[in-house]
């Protein structure tokens, strides 16, 4: 029997692509999907495309779609400022569930991912770990403007929300801009083929802090649990993989994957230093013949340099996701070196 039928937003991210495999894996949903390409996932699944931006464009692609029961929104365009990037990813978000309420009468829950920047990650030292009811910074934040929108919206309604919070996402994606492995492991092939060690990139203090990421499988499940679960309605949570570490811990491993010495760490901009070496990575290409992506669109480096600048403990409680019933956990080590082995069998990296 079937739970319903799901529209996930923004299928081809790192977090929305996972979001769809996991839901078409389960077969016990019927799969929409809304992106701007079609996602290079295989499966038994609509897709749709729409200019988020564009109210009537997202009413038009939903229109025929009457029996969806549950929004999953994991959209995001990028903006030059922090008030624009609210502004216009909020306006998103309601043109999206505007659509899907005057075509769906039967609507039951709306997911939306944040992240831990909800707690002023981003602006510096927070307290930590963080906690769901901690108090908010000050604005702007597109998480609370995405939050209090679809919370106002929901009001008096039938249908109920969750959020989730993660933090550095990590799993395959390709064209994502906040993909901290491929960043990673771009990096370090780039440096091998130099003939460089690998060297921790970011603030020495960075290298030494504790960190946290979220598995994008880990991720999908607990999204498709919290928008199914009746105690987790009109809540959210944080989602980690549960474990911490610090990057001097885990880059001997790396180093170790990608057959390099390891060097101390050098705080340099990966956004400045990587802008010249799309010829680099051509020749790297046609020499390990690897898959034609193009390197702009590879790495995100000024991700890389916004993670590996955070000089302070990065912790989010899970304790409230634990107690309302998901229990789940992963090694992030194991995490990491699971999906350069995958974009290695790809011939995405060398």
């Known amino acids: 029997m079937k739970r319903g039928k799901a529209l996930v937003v923004g299928a081809t991210g790192v977090v929305g692509r996972y979001l769809l495999m996991h839901l078409l894996g389960r077969g016990e949903w019927d799969v929409v999907a809304l992106s701007r390409r079609r996602p290079d996932v295989a499966g038994d699944y609509l897709h749709l495309c729409a200019d988020l931006t564009d109210a009537d464009d997202c009413r038009a692609s939903l229109a025929g779609q ?29 043109n999206v569930v505007d659509a899907a309420e005057r075509a769906a009468p039967g609507l039951q829950h709306v997911n939306l991912v944040e992240g831990t920047k909800w707690y002023g990650s981003h602006l510096g030292p927070f307290k930590t770990p963080a906690k769901e009811s901690d108090p908010r910074h000050m604005p702007p934040n597109m998480y609370y403007d995405q939050q209090d929108a679809l919370e106002a919206r929901q009001r ?12 550095a996402v990590c799993g395959f994606s390709l064209g994502s801009p906040m993909n901290l ?14 003939g460089m060690p690998l060297a921790f990139p970011g603030k020495p203090g960075a290298y030494r802090t504790l960190y946290q990421c979220t598995d994008s499988g880990l991720l999908a499940r607990a999204i498709e649990w919290m928008a199914t679960q009746p105690q987790c309605a009109n809540q959210a949570y944080n989602i ?17 994957f990608f057959d390099m010495e390891l060097a101390p760490p050098r705080h340099i901009s990966l956004t400045r230093l990587m802008a010249d070496k799309a010829g680099l ?60 082995s995958q974009f290695r069998a790809a011939r995405v990296i060398p």
């Open 156 to 167: 008096g309604k039938a249908w109920s929300w969750s959020a989730v919070r993660p933090h």
């Open 281 to 340: 990575w051509q020749r790297l290409a046609a020499r390990h013949d690897l898959a034609p992506h193009s390197y702009e669109q590879l790495a995100g480096w000024a991700f890389g340099d916004f993670v590996f600048g955070s000089d302070y403990d990065i912790v989010s409680d899970m304790g409230k996701a634990r107690r309302a019933g998901f229990c789940e956990s992963l090694d992030s080590e194991q995490m990491f070196l699971d999906l350069f």
């Open 240 to 256: 980690t993989n549960g474990d911490l570490f610090r990057w001097e811990n885990l880059f001997p491993r790396f180093a170790r």
């Open 66 to 94: 009457r029996d969806v029961t549950h929004v999953f929104y994991a959209a995001y365009l990028d903006q030059p400022d922090t008030a624009s990037l609210a502004r216009v990813n909020t306006a998103m978000l309601e």
């Open 181 to 194: 492995t491929l960043v990673l492991a771009v990096y370090a092939s780039i440096s091998k083929a130099l």
